[in-house]
């Protein structure tokens, strides 16, 4: 158990809607990051928060956004849904600010229908 | 349309034998690298980390090594296991104002006991 805990495990919805996915870090983390894995484009960073700040910015679409919220929480909001966005979602934390070693969630499967 | 999976590429080895995985990164300037494994269903775990003011670091039957001329990364496992059957991934990070973090495509190591 990696202490990142993603909900929900699944997420099944149509094209054009929006969704959110919550990721809680692992106590004592304060850097929050996000990926997305699809079977053609392999595991992709997105964007990582650090105490509730942006620190860094990936291949992340202009129809998602994130934010991290005082109590380290952080959401993944996805809108304007497109068949392509159907993937793996992962949200990682670690202590620190730089991107060392992560410890990540289990992921959220989002289906595009 | 279809989406068309990445063809993973794939290393089958013996119980007991030793293990190489190979990755090819893309930026000279990278000072960071990480390996990852990914179980099926789970999220990437961190291995091991090496620095680029290294070309060589060990771990629990673990070695990562590092040739910074071609621009290659290796992880050797010593007497794998059946638990090692899962997805390696390498990891390269830009540190400083770039602040970056790329994934390799990955490669999936099958244990045949």
């Known amino acids: 158990d990696s202490g990142v805990t993603q909900t929900p495990k699944h997420l099944i919805t149509a094209t054009g809607q929006r969704v959110t996915l919550r990721c809680s870090p692992r106590?004592?983390?304060?850097?929050v990051y996000w990926y997305q894995q699809s079977l053609d484009q392999g595991l992709q960073f997105l964007i990582q928060?650090?105490?509730?700040?942006?620190?860094a910015k990936g291949n992340i679409l202009e129809r998602f956004s994130a934010q991290q919220f005082p109590d380290l929480h952080s959401e993944l909001n996805l809108s304007s849904l497109e068949l392509g966005d159907s993937a793996l979602y992962f949200c990682?934390?670690?202590?620190?600010?730089?991107?060392?070693?992560?410890?990540f969630g289990d992921g959220t499967r989002l289906s595009i229908l | 349309g279809e989406s068309v999976g990445l063809h993973l590429p794939t290393l089958s080895v013996q119980e007991g034998d030793n293990s190489i995985i190979n990755c090819a990164y893309s930026?000279?300037?990278?000072?960071?690298f990480i390996w990852y494994k990914q179980e099926s269903g789970k999220g990437p775990q961190f291995i091991i980390d090496?620095?680029?003011?290294?070309d060589k670091r060990q771990g629990q039957r673990v070695t990562v090594l590092l040739n910074k001329t071609v621009k290659h990364l290796s992880l050797q496992i010593a007497a794998t296991q059946p638990g090692d059957s899962a997805v390696y991934f390498c990891?390269?990070?830009?540190?400083?104002?770039?602040?970056?973090?790329?994934f390799g495509t990955g490669t999936l190591l099958a244990v045949q006991p």
């Open positions: 106590s004592g983390d304060l850097s």
């Open positions: 990682a934390s670690s202590t620190r600010g730089g991107f060392e070693p992560q410890h």
């Open positions: 090496i620095r680029s003011n290294m």
């Open positions: 928060y650090y105490n509730g700040e942006e620190r």
């Open positions: 990891a390269e990070i830009l540190g400083g104002a770039t602040n970056k973090l790329i």
């Open positions: 930026n000279s300037a990278s000072d960071y």
